[in-house]
């Protein structure tokens, strides 16, 4: 099956769009390099929740061309990292004081479904 297929890279793709939303929306509208150097943290940590969830498609993409399975656990390995880190900097995020947090727990809410895709997918891959 191609990548552009599966449930979890689509879900990868909708995170994305998510993470760029809540970070345009807890920003101002910056780009993602005015975010990083800002001296806002609400700022530094929206621009991480692009960088990390720009990393989950590819991700998939690049465990589905693994050539092994080691190389492939390596790689699931860093797209749960990335999952790990953006629901981080969203803790992050309410930290710094936000009160709009809906949009927070929506992106949480979207890691955990795409946490269980990946599980779902890696047991899948194990039997075939």
């Known amino acids: 099956m191609n990548a552009y297929q599966l449930p979890v890279y689509k879900k990868a793709l909708e995170i994305f769009k998510i993470s760029s939303a809540v970070s345009s929306y807890f920003s ?13 943290p609400a700022h530094n940590y929206a621009g991480r929740l692009v960088t990390e969830s720009l990393q989950l498609a590819p991700g998939i993409a690049g465990v589905m061309t693994a050539r092994t399975k080691e190389l492939q656990l390596k790689r699931i ?21 936000i009160k709009e947090t809906e949009f927070l727990d929506l992106l949480r809410r979207e890691i955990l479904h795409f946490e269980h895709l990946i599980s779902d997918w890696i047991h899948q891959n194990q039997k075939n």
């Open 28 to 40: 101002d509208n910056r780009h993602v390099i005015e975010m990083e150097l800002s001296s806002v």
């Open 77 to 97: 390995e860093k797209i749960r990292k990335a999952a790990k880190r953006i629901k981080s900097n969203c803790r992050n995020i309410e930290i710094t004081g």
